[in-house]
Nanobody
Framework: QVQLVESGGGLVQSGDSLRLSCAAS??????????MGWFRQAPGKEREFVAA????????KYADSVKGRFTISRDNGENTVYLQMNSLEPEDTAVYCC?????????????????WGQGTQITVSS
């Protein structure tokens, strides 16, 4: 059974940095054949795309709201994807979830992803 487990969330102040990790386990296929994405959902709002990365890391996509502040990366040897978040703002407060898409491109639409983690809370105070 595929499991995605996020870690690294917490309460920070505006301008701080955090790095989220998402570890995949229980895979019956190679992690290096999976696109990975990060999404977030704030209270009372719909889930929104944050970032995505291709199998090899050669292609990355970002939401306009995080471009230049967040960086997605991956370690296929560790079956892990990361989200480095710098210059955090109160508007970044949300539950952040990682998602796995087997044998597909890194896309922004959540329906394309096959597996999801439970999420980790990020709260940014002003």
């Amino acid at each position: 059974q595929v499991q995605l487990v996020e870690s690294g969330g917490g309460l920070v102040q505006s301008g701080d940095s955090l790095r989220l990790s998402c570890a995949a386990s229980g895979l019956t296929f190679s992690f290096s054949r999976c696109a990975m994405g990060w999404f977030r959902q704030a209270p009372g709002k719909e889930r929104e795309f944050v970032a995505a990365i291709s199998w090899t890391g050669g292609s990355r996509k970002y939401a306009d709201s995080v471009k230049g502040r967040f960086t997605i990366s991956r370690d296929n040897g560790e079956n892990t994807v990361y989200l480095q978040m710098n210059s955090l703002e109160p508007e970044d407060t949300a539950v952040y979830c990682c998602a796995l898409r087997y044998m597909g491109a890194p896309v922004t639409g959540p329906d394309a992803y096959d597996y999801w983690g439970q999420g980790t809370q990020i709260t940014v105070s002003s």
